[in-house]
């Protein structure tokens, strides 16, 4: 893995209120009213519990697995051997775990689940970011995400070296077709939106030549580039160029890790990615147990 890869920056951890309420809801939804096969192994049984991973990826969520143990107020220690932001082999230990058995045992699929999902996002984000390296292409995210692990998916975007477009509807402006239309056009959407005094990123979405003229003119912050051929990206960055220097250039639909780097090395700026969120497949962990004979009452 490229040294720019494999030792970018560290994003600032989540908040702990976001590790907290998405801890609480998973632990609700999968322990409900009690653990009833926990229950079948003796009360003051000990564990030692190991994490491994079955294959190469970025390691993202330590903070959501100690919160989630740390929920179950049992006095379970985790003994950690890799960061967030690591990369993985397969084999690779990522923890120990020791404390009693049956608040492990009601932890563990919690935990591997916040675990396999962030470090998948992180993984994807990171084949992303390397593909485009030297390009000087930034990486992003969108809004599709699972809901309820917004939060957490986006920040093991920037764990895997991407950055994130906004978070919701409130902390940026983009300006869609459908939008465009119910405004009268691109002209009167991008000045409407500069009367709300805001200080957010405004973007247009356009889908042709013509329209990345007129929001150019019209002074958007950055154009949302909709599913344009490569050649047409190349002609969209001349224009650019030529009129608004400035402004920031988005392509998005389509993409992929076949076709990201030359989409990059048309000239974009950034290149969102729904695929680093949505489509993702979970990293193939695994906790292994020994226990110890139960203490004596």
Known sequence: MPASTSQL?????????????????????????????????????????????REAAV?????????????????????????????????????????????????????????????????????????????????????????????????????????NHRIGLHDGILIKENHIVAAGGITTAVRRARTQGTTVLLEVEVETLEQVEEALRAGADRLLLDNFSTALMREAVALRNRLAPGTGLEASGGIDLQTVRSVAETGIDFISVGDLTKNIRAIDLSMRFSFSAPAAP
């Open 9 to 53: 920056t560290p994003p600032p951890p989540l908040p702990p209120a976001v590790i907290a309420a998405a801890v609480r809801a998973a632990l609700a939804e999968d322990i409900g009213s009690g653990d009833l096969t926990a229950a079948l192994v003796p009360e003051n049984q000990q564990a030692l519990a190991r994490i491994i991973t």
């Open 59 to 163: 390691l993202c969520g330590r903070d959501c697995v100690d919160a989630v143990f740390a929920a179950l107020g049992a006095g379970i220690s985790i003994d950690w051997h890799c960061r967030d932001g690591d990369p993985l082999s397969a084999g690779q230990l990522l923890c120990e775990l020791r404390g009693p058995a049956r608040a492990i045992l009601t932890g563990e699929r919690t935990a591997l689940n916040f675990l396999q999902t962030l470090s998948a996002v992180a993984s994807s984000t990171r084949r992303y970011v390397e593909a485009v390296a030297g390009t000087g292409a930034t990486i992003l995210d969108t809004r599709k995400t699972i809901p309820g692990l917004r939060l957490a998916q986006k920040h093991a975007v920037r764990v895997g070296g991407g950055m």
